[in-house]
């Protein structure tokens, strides 16, 4: 059966690597024409191939960002689909409180999806078409020790999405949250905590490119990750501490 994302022009930013480059060779095994960013060249354009356009773009840079949109457009004819998948993940330790390490997760996943929504959305409204994606994690769903400044970038771009799902609703521009559980990818190999339902980055593609085709405004996976952490919202603040301080 041929997917529905086959001829979308899509562009993936954060995909030298892990869960962004596994979906950028989902999409094109989908028949998308894919094109994708990170930082690191020879990573790019080793997970391109011939199937892919590279674009080499640090998303804390605004310049940077920019100038790869305008070479993707060139090369795709225009983009239809962003994933903005780049991100950064350190852990925290609340008591010795790093303010430099906490500035670098919010130059990179939020101010980077800033810097990605801005360079795409503009000619999507004015097309009045097109899907904004946004990698963020189920870390931003309650505060979590030690993920103090991931966590907080993450409920913040759940947040920004969310909001930019009601007020571009009627432009004809659809926006789509991503929540991963754990995928083992190399931003969670130093983690020495137990990482519970760890799935690998070709099932976190899977899943991903499987809610974009059923039209998903939310993609949150694997289940019994995404079940325990949607109750976990609900618990009351000091249910929460209780529990949490007792895990760790
Ligand atoms: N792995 C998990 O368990 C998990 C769970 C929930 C959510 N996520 C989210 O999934 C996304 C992908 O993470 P991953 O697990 O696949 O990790 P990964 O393998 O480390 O991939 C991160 C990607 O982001 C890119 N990136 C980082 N900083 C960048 C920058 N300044 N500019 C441009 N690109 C940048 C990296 O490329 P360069 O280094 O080449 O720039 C790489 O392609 C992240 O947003 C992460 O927060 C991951």
Known sequence: MTS???????????????????TA????????????????????????????TVAVADVADRASVDFAATQVREALGGIDMVIINAGFWEQMDATEWDRD??????????????????????QMVADGAGTIVGVASVAGYRGLGGAEAYGATKAAQINMLE????????????????????????????????????????????SICRGLERGQM??????????????????PVRLWALLFGRAT
């Open 25 to 52: 060779r989902t999409l094109v095994e989908r028949g998308a024409h894919v094109a994708i960013s990170a930082r690191r060249d020879t990573e790019l354009r080793e997970v391109a191939g011939s199937a892919m």
């Open 163 to 206: 909001g930019m799902r009601v007020a571009l609703r009627r432009k004809g521009v659809r926006v789509v949250t991503v929540c991963p559980g754990f995928v083992k990818t190399g931003l969670t190999e130093s983690n020495t905590f137990p990482m519970p339902f760890l799935i690998e980055a070709g099932e976190a593609a899977e």
């Open 101 to 122: 390490l906490f500035e670098r997760h919010v130059q990179v996943n939020l101010l980077g999806m800033n810097n990605c929504v801005g360079a795409v959305l503009p």
């Open 4 to 22: 529905n994302l086959a001829g979308k022009r899509v562009w993936v930013v954060g995909a030298s690597s892990g869960i962004g480059a596994a």
């Open 218 to 235: 939310e993609i949150v996976f694997p289940v019994p990750m995404a079940a325990l952490m949607k109750v976990a919202r609900l618990l």
